[in-house]
């Protein structure tokens, strides 16, 4: 089972910041599978990014994603208020199990 | 557009089953499958299982087989996600999530809107 961590636990900015979010894996992901999740409070996960670097549908072209192999980064350009959540990178690669990265919470500073 | 729609909160005693419905609309249902995915309180994101609309075959995280169930109905374009022998540590939000018809792993980009299970005796 690959295990992805995220780091860091919390980011805290401001608004119109960049924010930098990364997810390492226990070992490469196939394929780039690679998914990211935003989840509000009380909120379903909302899929952000697939296969590592393509948007999903709706989603602002603040947000991109790169990365392959092990090592893969969410990134926001300018932070909008909207933006603070928790962000969950998942891998679809290696699988099943699919497995969740723990979390970023991205907060107000 | 896709939307699922989840059944109610539940509220289950230790030993007991839980079955979470998810109704989908908005697509051909038998061109996607349907993931469960669940969220202990303040925790992170885990996958429990899949099935495939098309074909009705399922996959299932080892640490839950033989204890959970995930069925299709065509005809209402209902998922049923069953688990059994509840434990308190089984309280979680339960999730649905569009997937692929294919295969069990893939991204999701629709989600339903989430059943709270509380264990508790």
């Known amino acids: 089972e690959i295990v992805l961590t995220q780091s860091p636990g919390t980011l805290s900015l401001s608004p119109g910041e960049r924010a930098t979010l990364s997810c390492r894996a226990s070992q490469s992901v196939s394929s780039s599978y690679l998914a990211w999740y935003q989840q509000k409070p009380g909120q379903a996960p909302r899929l952000l990014i697939y296969?590592?670097?393509n948007r999903a549908t709706g989603i602002p072209d603040r947000f991109s994603g790169s990365g392959s192999g092990t090592d893969f980064t969410l990134t926001i350009s300018r932070l909008e208020p909207e933006d603070f959540a928790v962000y969950f990178c998942q891998q679809y690669g290696n699988s099943p199990p699919i497995t969740f990265g723990q979390g970023t919470r991205l907060d107000i500073k | 557009q896709v939307h699922l729609v989840q059944s109610g909160p539940e509220v289950k005693k230790p030993g007991a089953s839980v079955r979470v419905s998810c109704k989908a609309s908005g697509d051909t249902f038998i061109s996607y499958g349907i993931t469960w995915v669940r969220q202990a309180p303040g925790q992170g994101l885990e996958w429990m299982g899949w099935?495939?609309?098309?074909?009705?075959?399922?996959d299932y995280a080892q640490k839950f087989q033989g204890r959970v169930t995930v069925t299709t109905d065509t005809s209402t374009t209902t998922v049923y996600m069953e688990l059994r022998s509840l434990r308190s540590d089984d309280t979680a939000v339960y999730y649905c999530?569009?997937?692929?018809?294919?295969?069990?792993?893939?991204?999701?980009?629709?989600w339903g809107q989430g059943t709270l299970v509380t264990v508790s005796s």
């Open positions: 999530a569009r997937g692929s018809a294919h295969r069990a792993d893939w991204h999701h980009d629709y």
């Open positions: 099935i495939s609309n098309y074909y009705g075959n399922t």
């Open positions: 296969g590592a670097s």
